[in-house]
Nanobody, 119 residues
C-alpha cells in the first residue's frame, strides 16, 4: 500500500517561512517524480512544484517561483517544500503527489497539510 504523509504545515505570518515534508512508503521512491499541489475552498487544486526522480529537474508555478524550493532525499524516501516569503494567497491545503517517471498523471496523493498565512 502506497502512503504519502505530509507534515510541517501550520500558521505563519506573512513574510515568514515554512518547510513541508512528505514521507513516502510502499513504493520504489526513486522511480517516481514527485510534486506539490495546493487547494483552497471552492477552487481547483493547483500545481505548485515538481521534481524528477533524481532531483535533477525541478519546475515551479509562476506564483511561487523564487520563493519556494522543492527537494528530495531518495535515501529517506522524502520530498520537501521550503516556502519562504510567504504571502496571504499561499494559504491552502498542500498535497504531496507521486507519478511514475515519464507518466503524465500523478497517481498517488497524500491527505494534505494546512498552511495558513496571516497578516
Amino acid at each position: 500500500q502506497v502512503l504519502l504523509v505530509e507534515s510541517g504545515g501550520g500558521l505563519v505570518q506573512a513574510g515568514g517561512s515554512l518547510r513541508l515534508s512528505c514521507a513516502a512508503s510502499g513504493l520504489t521512491f526513486s522511480n517516481y517524480d514527485m510534486g506539490w499541489f495546493r487547494q483552497t475552498p471552492g477552487k481547483e487544486r493547483e500545481f505548485v512544484a515538481r521534481i524528477n526522480w533524481n532531483g535533477g529537474i525541478t519546475d515551479y508555478a509562476n506564483s511561487v517561483k523564487g520563493r519556494f524550493t522543492i527537494s528530495r532525499d531518495n535515501a529517506e524516501n522524502a520530498v520537501n517544500l521550503q516556502m519562504n516569503s510567504l504571502k496571504l494567497e499561499d494559504t491552502a491545503v498542500y498535497y504531496c503527489a507521486g507519478r511514475l517517471q515519464m507518466s503524465s498523471t500523478f497517481k498517488y496523493w497524500g491527505q494534505g497539510t494546512q498552511v495558513t498565512v496571516s497578516s
